[in-house]
């Protein structure tokens, strides 16, 4: 459904030979999506309504939404690697290299990377639009998806700012999760679904108190991979929040838990900072031993089965119906127990 609505954008814009580049490399990544955000929006949306291809086509578009924002934070973190390819605008970069002369590569692609997710930005939006959704569904609808939207914009602000360096509170760290990932992966998704629908507000609670707790699970075992993962699997390089100096949920628990020698340890390792993970795989190999050793690892797992355990429960006692049930509850652990 993406995919097709994609690759007919991309035809009908990129018609220049020069641009053909552009629709070869995000028909690529759209189509390595997993579906995530949509996957919550329909579930919110079956809390009120029966299934719908519609509902489902409107949902879809949260995926070119993300696509948008996957785009930028890689820029933005000048990552090498996502979803196991090189990120966008390394390959955008590559196609310059090989195709014209001169210099500027870097800066092309990065600026190239920008222009395509304001595509996906804008096809996102005529995509929810053109769903063939009720006047009523639509405008119940656009709220949700703006404030979803600007707190995405206003988190990743806040995440420039973020850094190990300012030594943030673990909460303060969490509340930049909240607005950068969590409410924007689960709670926003679950409540933009169940406006389409028109849910009770007995419903639209149970699943906002739901998103919010699902949300915060998933970005600790983000914080968790992002240190801890394998990157054959994560498909992100080992080590990118570390180099750039990120406090992250298990960054901040680690400092808290350390001993004087520990701390001692890590400003050693801090002051040794590599270019690039790749140019220190030793590096990342300590700086992972010292997490675990502080009990960081063990106190994060515990906080993501704490938000899994407390949400199980909220779906529980609230009445909610068989089908979209059965899904949030699949979802809880597929979310907080992921390896990629």
Not at 69 to 77: E, G, H, K, R
Request: proline share 4%; glycine share 6%; hydrophobic share 40%.
């Amino acid at each position: 459904m993406v995919s097709t609505f994609t690759a007919q954008r991309c035809i009908e814009h990129f018609t220049a030979p020069d641009t053909a580049v552009l629709g070869r490399v995000l028909r690529e990544f759209v189509a390595d999506g997993k579906y995530v955000r949509s996957t919550f929006a329909y579930l919110g949306w079956l809390c009120g309504q029966p299934e719908s291809g519609t509902a489902a086509q409107a949902v879809a578009s949260l995926e070119l939404l993300h696509a948008f924002a996957l785009i930028q934070d890689d820029v933005m973190d000048d990552s090498a690697t996502r979803r196991g390819r090189p990120t966008v605008h390394r390959q955008l970069a590559d196609w310059h290299t090989r195709n014209h002369t001169g210099q500027g590569a870097q800066r092309f692609g990065r600026s190239a990377a920008i222009l395509l997710s304001d595509l996906c930005l804008l096809w996102a939006d005529r995509m929810l639009r053109e769903a063939d959704l009720t006047t009523a569904e639509l405008d119940r609808a656009w709220p949700v998806y703006d404030l979803m939207r600007s707190e995405l914009a206003v988190g990743q602000f806040s995440d420039l700012l973020n850094d190990t360096a300012t030594a943030p509170s673990l909460e303060a760290v969490l509340d930049i999760a909240r607005r950068k990932s969590g409410n924007y992966t689960v709670r926003r998704p679950l409540e933009l679904g169940a406006a389409m629908a028109g849910c009770t507000r007995e419903h639209t609670v149970a699943l906002q108190r739901y998103g919010a707790l699902i949300g915060e699970a998933f970005q600790l075992r983000d914080d968790q991979l992002g240190v801890l993962g394998d990157p054959c699997t994560t498909g992100k390089p080992l080590g990118d929040d570390l180099r750039q100096g990120k406090a992250t949920s298990v960054t901040v628990i680690a400092r808290e838990m350390a001993t004087p020698h520990q701390r001692n340890q890590m400003k050693t390792l801090t002051a040794a900072l590599p270019r690039s993970a790749d140019d220190d795989p030793e590096w990342v190999c300590s700086w992972q031993k010292l997490i675990v050793a502080t009990g960081a690892h063990s106190r994060v797992e515990q906080l993501i089965d704490q938000r899994v355990v407390a949400a199980s429960h909220l779906l529980k006692v609230a009445r909610l119906p068989a089908l979209p049930l059965q899904g949030l509850m699949l979802l809880a652990e597929k979310c907080s127990r992921r390896d990629h």
